[in-house]
């Protein structure tokens, strides 16, 4: 059986938005998007070699996947989160999308959830959300998610949009483990479920 693993970038305030690159989220005039960058060459240090091998698919909602596709399938082999990615499938959780042309990408056609819960029960390995905040707060709410991997940058932004925002009921988690990096990142891993 499988585990719905969340892996997550975030600021000390909670803000997911535009990590990577200015253009990559600019919604409500978001103007600091690249804020991760600085830190990206550290998270090496707190991220656990197994973590590729452990990943046996990816589940992406549909914004999160078109920004990736427009990368990671350009990037070369050398690059192990390049060779993981393009090699490993990949699910898309969107209403509005009827092709994809990333190798190894389906569209879930069905009802999300049900999926999911198939997904989990029918293969061995993580399967790993990067980014996808709606998406997340949909598996959360549904009680699907397992494990909550969070990188927490030393950063405050104070606009943006957030990862968590409200639950049916109060969601208890359980610290697994806790690291950090020379430039201050923290990595916090929780147990979701019971």
Known sequence: ?????M???LTVDGVMQGLGSPEEDTDGGFIHGGWG????????QVTASSGLE????YLFGRRTYEKMATFWPHQPDSNPMAAHLNATPKY?????????????SRIIAGDLLETVRDLTSS????????????????????????????FIH????????????????????????????????VALVYGARD
């Open 1 to 5: 059986m499988g585990a719905l693993v």
């Open 7 to 9: 892996i997550e970038f």
């Open 37 to 44: 960058t600085p830190y990206a060459e550290s998270i090496h």
């Open 54 to 57: 452990r990943t046996s698919a």
């Open 92 to 104: 898309v959780a969107s209403r509005t999308l009827t092709e994809v042309a990333w190798a190894g």
């Open 123 to 150: 293969q061995e390995g993580d399967i790993a959300v990067l980014g996808s905040g709606v998406l997340c707060r949909e598996l959360l709410a549904a009680d699907l998610v397992d494990e909550i991997r969070l």
């Open 154 to 185: 030393p950063l405050l932004l104070g606009t943006g949009k957030r990862l968590f925002g409200e639950l049916p009921v109060p969601r208890a988690l359980a610290l697994k483990s806790v690291a950090q990096t020379d430039q201050g990142t």
